[in-house]
T-cell receptor, first 113, second 115 residues
Framework: GDSVTQMEGPVTLSEEAFLTINCTYT??????LFWYVQYPGEGLQLLLK?????DKGSNKGFEATYRKETTSFHLEKGSVQVSDSAVYFC????????????FGRGTSLIVHP | DAGVIQSPRHEVTEMGQEVTLRCKPI?????LFWYRQTMMRGLELLIY????????DSGMPEDRFSAKMPNASFSTLKIQPSEPRDSAVYFC?????????????FGPGTRLTVT
């Protein structure tokens, strides 16, 4: 079945540092890939997505590239802010299939001033 | 749109009591999901509906849990009787096709504490 593996957290960075959160996936078909973010006390919200190989999703300074050859969708940001502190979830859903998403376990990011 | 609305936001109840969680999805969305989130088990899919019809409830922990969606704008998740191990944050999410994929929109969650 489908699965998503994320790096374990927490990831602790100083403000303005470079961020990478690794995500790899296993899928039987051709999935769409997503990053969701959960701020404290809130529900998950879509951060960015990509629907085909080599697509780059981007939003709020975050970006991730759909790499079919390495089955990866790593999240990056060039300069993090304290307000980026949250839990980040990588997810996939099969296109043309059930569309039901498979989520990773989440990676907590803590940014210090 | 107001987004996905859940009520109550917090619920504290005693073991053995019935608990009902409510959800209003975003208008026009054709999928509705119920999730549970805990530190130990992370985010778990409990059940989902398509066009108000339950499709897969294999994630429901046991018979004490039930969910209904009587119409396109309302769903409930009921726990009867509740137990301390049911303490968690319960999320409702709705979804529709956008740009060739289904994006999920989550509500703010209901934090349930069973004592």
């Amino acid at each position: 079945g489908d699965s998503v593996t994320q790096m374990e957290g927490p990831v602790t960075l100083s403000e303005e540092a470079f961020l990478t959160i690794n995500c790899t996936y296993t899928a039987t078909g051709y999935p769409s890939l997503f990053w969701y973010v959960q701020y404290p006390g809130e529900g998950l919200q879509l951060l960015l997505k990509a629907t085909k190989a080599d697509d780059k999703g981007s939003n709020k300074g975050f970006e991730a590239t759909y790499r079919k050859e390495t089955t990866s969708f790593h999240l990056e940001k060039g300069s993090v802010q304290v307000s980026d502190s949250a839990v980040y979830f990588c997810a996939l859903s099969e296109q043309g299939g059930s569309y039901i998403p498979t989520f990773g376990r989440g990676t907590s990011l803590i940014v210090h001033p | 749109d107001a987004g996905v609305i859940q009520s109550p936001r917090h619920e504290v109840t005693e073991m053995g009591q019935e608990v009902t969680l409510r959800c209003k999805p975003i208008s026009g969305h054709d999928y509705l999901f119920w999730y549970r989130q805990t530190m130990m088990r992370g985010l778990e899919l409990l059940i989902y509906f398509n066009n108000n019809v339950p499709i897969d409830d294999s994630g429901m922990p046991e018979d004490r849990f039930s969910a209904k969606m009587p119409n396109a704008s309302f769903s409930t998740l009921k726990i009867q009787p509740s137990e301390p191990r049911d303490s968690a944050v319960y999320f409702c999410a709705s979804s529709f096709m956008s740009g060739g994929s289904y994006e999920q929109y989550f509500g703010p969650g209901t934090r349930l504490t069973v004592t």
